[in-house]
């Protein structure tokens, strides 16, 4: 059984966080409230030095006899991504079990874990956990948690509606495919979203994610070697300029890193598509209009490919586990913001990407 926050945090912190969530009970505010966002303007974040990866995937028994026991139910949402699971307690896995989590994840690219405990456990059992998987990043911009910085909080209420301002106002549509924080030099891979507020069923606030890899493999044979060797761009300039203009904090200055347009995954070794329209600026060594029209392509490809693409649901004590390597998502905006949704990542950092 996984330590409760009562074990882990001192019995100041503990009353502290009961008092907040008995405050907002009686104000009906979030049902959370130690994971309010907040956005300090004086916090600042040193650059991210190199560090070896080895990802965990790589230690795993392809069997995964200890996270697919015979108490764990699977549901296939698609032929290529998306798998929901019931009957295992994420915080409960072993060393093991997070290798084949791993594992698990490169596979099926997503997995949705129904009644899970790990809104409920401590921050530090909470960022333990994901650290299995590599070094916690740090968002240089968005909302995080006060005295911890590793939690990239989502939050939108009718008082609080950034992440439309930041899509923008003006917009027909306001899905945002990316993989996130692709500008680092090296980018995240598996990751950890959990929900703590959600509108009803019905409601919306889903994620749409997609398959580098299916997007990748439909492409024929001679366009597939005309990306090999390709190198974009991936620029984090845009996001910094934003949070400015809005008024919000740039805790680490922005960098740009170059990246393949076809990578590989260091364990299942599929080859996956790594460009997205949030991050992905422009290809080495061509042209403007050369780098434009092909970005425009692969963006209406992944863009466009239903049959290669799920949709995320959710409700409170979901955990969302998805390689950000080889899938990109987007939000859906569809609910009106008078309903809260709340919800936080952990991004572990992976590898360098590997060109495919």
Request: aromatic content about 10%; charged content about 25%; glycine content about 8%.
């Amino acid at each position: 059984m996984a330590p409760s926050v009562a074990d882990l945090e001192t019995p100041s912190t503990v009353d502290v966080i009961a008092n907040l969530k008995q405050e907002v009970k009686e104000k009906k505010g979030p049902s959370y409230p130690f994971y309010y966002p907040q956005f300090d303007l004086n916090e600042k974040f040193s650059r991210i030095e190199p560090f070896e990866s080895t990802d965990p995937g790589s230690r795993a028994d392809p069997a995964k006899p200890h996270l697919l026991t015979a108490n764990t139910t699977t549901h296939d949402l698609s032929p290529y991504l998306g798998t929901e699971v019931t009957g295992v307690q994420i915080s409960q896995l072993t060393s093991e079990g997070l290798d084949e989590l791993a594992l698990y994840t490169a596979e099926r690219k997503v997995l949705i874990f129904r009644d899970q405990d790990f809104k409920d456990l401590s921050p530090e059992r909470q960022i333990e956990i994901a650290s299995h998987f590599g070094p916690i990043h740090k968002h240089p911009t968005s909302g995080n948690v006060k005295g911890f910085p590793e939690f990239h909080v989502v939050y939108r209420d009718a008082e609080h509606d950034e992440i439309r301002e930041y899509i923008g106002l003006d917009r027909a549509s306001l899905l945002s495919w990316h993989s996130d924080v692709s500008y680092e030099r090296q980018t995240p891979g598996t990751t950890f979203f959990f929900i703590l507020d959600q509108p009803d069923n019905g409601g919306g606030g889903d994620t749409l994610f997609l398959s580098q890899v299916e997007a990748y493999r439909r492409l024929s044979p001679e366009f597939q070697k005309r990306l090999e060797g390709l190198r974009a761009v991936h620029s984090g300039v845009a996001q910094a300029d934003n949070s400015r203009k809005r008024g919000g904090p740039v805790r680490r200055e922005p960098i740009e890193s170059e990246h393949p347009v076809v990578r590989v995954h260091p364990v299942t070794g599929e080859k996956a598509l790594y460009v997205n329209p949030g991050f992905t600026r422009r290809i080495v060594g061509y042209k403007t209009e050369e780098s434009e029209y092909l970005l425009k392509f692969l963006f209406d490809h992944i863009a466009k490919g239903s049959d290669f693409q799920v949709r995320g649901t959710y409700k409170p004590g979901t955990v969302v586990v998805w390689d950000n390597r080889v899938t990109c998502h987007s939000a859906t905006l569809d609910f009106d913001n008078v309903l809260r949704r709340h919800a936080v990542r952990l991004t572990p950092q992976a590898e360098v990407p590997i060109a495919g």
